[in-house]
């Protein structure tokens, strides 16, 4: 049961991602894109990351997405094709991926990785708040802070840029 | 789970990141590139994910790099689009290969 | 060396006075600067006096002998363990009596400018500069080393230059200043490179060791090196260029009669007793070597200085400047003193002709600065400084009448005066060398009697000139040193000289030779008496023998063309073929390289700027293939 719900996953994931990344019609893509983060919050489910699965989706989907198809909205029309890209381009692309893509995938099958079975994850909510903010061993509390900091300076700094210029 | 290995794990997101770079490379829409980048970045926390799932299960640092990373992502996405529109006002376009007034 | 320690405030107050001066002078009335330079001057010729007398006549003779004793030696740079340059005071009997001459003519100097200067602008700048000057001169008469002497020896020079651009506002005199700066520069090169030959031969910068006679420093490159001449004899060779450059000997002599452009006072001060016989002195500091490792350079010495003492006698005939005229009996003067050391032997009585030189150079101080500060009274008195602008002036102006005579007789050398006694040195000590020469001198001796009385009779008799401004005598403050003076000239003569300054240190005896100082002494009346008859009384004498000599008048009145040679060999000969070549040089192959280089920049950087694309995504491409290409080098090729 797991292995197939993997593997349309997995097959969604890869799917979409392709057709995010070729589509003619800027919305659509946003729309894949969309997809495909829904089915990465989906191998998380899985995997059995449920905290992880729902910033996925809220974050994510809820806020990027959308956050980029308002921004869509406001550069171009809906229905607006892009123009195509050069074909020497794109080929000289799709060579370099392809083999960046053969020479990981090599690698990852060949090694042997020493998987660790037996032990059952612990993902509750409350082990992630007490580790997020403990300054102990296995404590995040500084990057959260960072984290937090760069929020911040992301909102003021896109304020300012987004912000009109005023009118002399 | 017996029979999904870390490796299918990996292999989808290499491909997923591929996919990203493949777009960033070709897109011609800025927009469209950012979309591109976030491919990227997701991919790159299913790694964080399953490694933490597969390899090193008793604690948590996979998961919590991906929340980081999901927040550096909106940050990302949140000033690139700021830029983008603010782009977009002044030279009505938001073709990456016409917007090239720094070069030489 | 207790008894001594004091002297070390010689150079450290003149300094001061003239940081002082120098930096606080703008500030104050101009007339305190005057002040407070006499004053400094005061006690500096004080240490001096006491310092000679303790020299001379308390502790300086041990043995019998005038030794040199280091009273102070600091080590002042140090490059390497065996080169290093100290800075000291050393007193030997020259170097005392150097220190009395200076310190008396510049006090002397000092006080006159107080009236000389009085209404003229920049009087604490003039004062500043008097005092770094007579601290320039001090030091480089103390140096215990040759290098010291050198720094003092450039700085003297500067000081020179500044006194002699004085009225900076006048181009004739800024003119005067750069040739004297550059004529002496240039010769200083000779003495640099001396300077470093003479190191590289002895190892050594040090007087004590470099004169001493038994040390190595004397047997020292004395091996044949370039054309018949030893190196060390090269070596001395090039120092006395320097000396020549410093106390104006031919060729280098154009600079001293254009430096008249600076204040009187000036010239009497530097260029008639202190400066210019800087040469002289540094000869004589090194007279050893000379002596006896170098008798040819010696030789040398003495054909120049002869020469120069007859060809400046013989301009100084026709100049009508009358510091002109006083410039060339320097020169002349010089010329005598460098031909006294000479035909100077070393040691005993054959040295006669070192103390000699030592001792005309004493009594030419004093009387040449009188017959300067003479001259200064009179421009001051009739504001011109052309002899047909004088005369008749014995009634307006009776001190410096009475001064200004004994002067001449001084340096005419009629007995009592003070030039009879050491031109008769001279003249003992040249006879025993070389008769040929020793009839030379007579010539050059009766010559410099008859310019002397031309300016003379030129200025206080001769015609009765009517005056716009009767000319008056000058105030107490002027007329002070000029009595002083004039006393000192008339009385300096009977000084034994001998028995203080030789050249070995060992005191003797001399006399008066009367079989050459009475054919001295006619030969010199001969030359008043001729300028008797031509110049007592207003008459067309001397333009009749003007006119007879013709052309010959013309060429020494303008000084043989000598300057008119350098302007050629300057303007025409160096300027055409070295600096135009060298211009094209720097223009074409200097710039050229540069402009290649930039030019070959230029391009490479238009040909790769292509890369600068402003394509995000070709940058993007680069970026990832060159990840992708260092994985597989990873994976594939480093695994192990």
Request: proline share 2%; glycine share 8%; hydrophobic share 55%.
């Amino acid at each position: 049961m797991e292995q197939i719900v993997f593997y349309i996953l997995a097959s969604m994931i890869v799917v979409f991602s392709v057709l995010t990344v070729t589509t003619r019609k800027i919305l659509r893509g946003a729309v894949y894109l969309l997809t495909v983060l829904l089915a990465t919050a989906g191998l998380f489910f899985l995997l059995n990351f449920n905290f992880l699965a729902a910033v996925q989706l809220t974050v994510y989907a809820g806020g990027i997405v959308v956050l980029i198809i308002f921004s869509i909205m406001l550069t171009s029309h809906v229905n607006e094709k892009l123009e195509s890209t050069g074909n020497k381009k794109k080929f000289f692309s799709f060579i370099a991926v392809l083999a960046g893509a053969l020479i990981c995938i090599s690698t990852i099958l060949d090694y042997s990785f020493k998987e660790k079975s037996g032990i059952e994850i612990d993902t509750s909510m409350n082990k992630i708040g007490k580790d997020l903010l403990s300054y102990g061993d296995g404590g995040f509390v500084l990057p959260f802070e960072v984290i937090s900091i760069l929020l911040l300076a992301a909102m003021i700094g896109a304020i300012v840029l987004a912000k009109r210029e005023t009118q002399n | 789970m017996e029979n999904i290995s870390i490796q299918h794990f990996l292999i989808v997101s290499t491909l997923m990141l591929f996919t990203g770079i493949y777009g960033f490379l070709t897109r011609k829409n800025l927009i469209t590139m950012l979309m591109s980048a976030e491919l990227i970045l997701n991919s790159v926390n299913i790694n964080f994910v399953a490694v933490n799932k597969f390899l090193y299960p008793e604690n948590l640092q996979g998961q919590f790099f991906a929340m980081f990373v999901i927040g550096i992502a909106a940050v990302e996405v949140a000033v690139a689009i700021a830029i983008i529109i603010s782009l977009y006002r002044k030279v009505r376009m938001i073709d990456v290969e016409k917007v090239n007034e720094m070069k030489y | 060396m207790e008894g001594y320690t004091f002297t070390v405030l010689i150079p450290l107050i003149l300094f001061a006075t003239f940081l002082l001066i120098g930096l606080a002078g703008g500030k104050l009335k101009p007339v305190f600067s005057g002040i407070a330079g006499v004053i400094s001057l005061s006690v500096v010729s004080l240490i001096s006096y006491i310092t000679a007398y303790d020299y001379f006549f308390v502790n300086g003779k041990v043995d019998g002998v005038f030794g040199k004793i280091i009273v102070y030696d600091a080590e002042w740079l140090r490059f390497t363990d065996t080169l290093f340059i100290k800075m000291g005071i050393l007193l030997d009997p020259i170097s005392v009596m150097m220190l009395v001459v200076i310190s008396t003519v510049s006090l002397m100097v000092h006080i006159y400018s107080l009236g000389y200067m009085h209404n003229e602008g920049g009087f604490s700048r003039y004062y500043s500069f008097l005092s770094l000057f007579t601290f320039a001169m001090m030091g480089l008469v103390i140096s215990t080393n040759i290098f010291q002497t050198y720094i003092f020896w450039e700085l003297v020079g500067v000081s020179s230059y500044l006194l002699i651009g004085f009225y900076y506002n006048r181009p004739s005199a800024v003119a005067a200043a750069k040739k004297a700066f550059i004529v002496t520069r240039f010769a200083d090169l000779g003495f640099l490179i001396g300077i470093l030959l003479l190191s590289s031969l002895t190892g050594t910068f040090d007087f004590v060791e470099l004169t001493n006679v038994n040390g190595s420093a004397v047997s020292a490159g004395s091996s044949v090196l370039f054309m018949g001449l030893s190196s060390m004899t090269w070596a001395l060779i090039l120092v006395f260029i320097g000396c020549a450059g410093k106390s104006a000997m031919f060729p280098l002599h154009i600079w001293l009669p254009d430096a008249m452009e600076g204040p009187t006072p000036v010239s009497a001060l530097i260029h008639a007793a202190t400066m210019v016989v800087a040469g002289v002195y540094l000869v004589a500091r090194l007279f050893p070597l000379y002596a006896l490792s170098a008798p040819a350079a010696l030789e040398m010495i003495a054909y120049i200085g002869a020469f120069t003492s007859m060809f400046a006698a013989i301009i100084a005939c026709t100049q009508t400047d009358i510091k002109r005229v006083l410039a060339f009996s320097t020169i002349s003067q010089i010329g005598i003193m460098m031909v006294g050391l000479g035909v100077s032997g070393y040691s005993g009585e054959s040295g006669l002709g070192f103390t000699a030189s030592m001792f005309h150079l004493f009594t030419h101080a004093m009387f040449k600065a009188l017959l300067f500060l003479g001259a200064g009274a009179v421009i001051h008195a009739v504001h011109t400084n052309e002899i047909s602008g004088m005369g008749g002036l014995r009634k307006y102006l009776p001190v410096t009448h009475i001064t200004f005579l004994v002067a001449c007789l001084a340096i005419s050398g009629i007995p009592p005066f003070s030039g009879f006694f050491s031109k008769d040195e001279i003249l003992v000590a040249v006879k025993e060398k070389d008769s040929f020469l020793f009839y030379f001198e007579s010539v050059v001796s009766g010559l410099s009697a008859f310019y002397m009385f031309r300016l003379y009779f030129g200025i206080f008799w001769n015609r009765n000139t009517t005056y716009e401004h009767a000319p008056h005598e000058a105030g107490i403050s002027m007329k002070i040193p000029l009595i002083i003076l004039a006393i000192l000239a008339a009385v300096t003569g009977f000084i034994p000289f001998s028995e203080f300054v030789t050249s070995d240190g060992i005191p003797f005896v001399s006399h008066i030779h009367w079989d050459i100082a009475i054919p001295a002494t006619i030969v010199g009346l001969s030359g008043i008496i001729a300028a008797f008859i031509f110049y007592k009384k207003e008459s067309n004498l001397s333009d009749k023998a003007a006119a007879s000599l013709g052309g010959f008048y013309n060429t020494v009145h303008k000084k043989f063309y000598i300057d008119e040679i350098y302007i050629f060999v300057t303007k025409k000969i160096i300027f055409n073929m070295v600096s135009t070549p060298i211009a094209w040089f720097d223009r074409n192959v200097v710039d050229g390289t540069m402009n290649g280089v930039a030019s070959v920049t230029n391009f490479v950087s238009e040909k790769i700027k292509r890369f600068q694309s402003g394509q995000l995504q070709q940058y993007a491409f680069v970026m990832v293939t060159g990840m992708i290409i260092i994985l597989a080098l990873i994976f594939y090729f480093l695994k192990n």
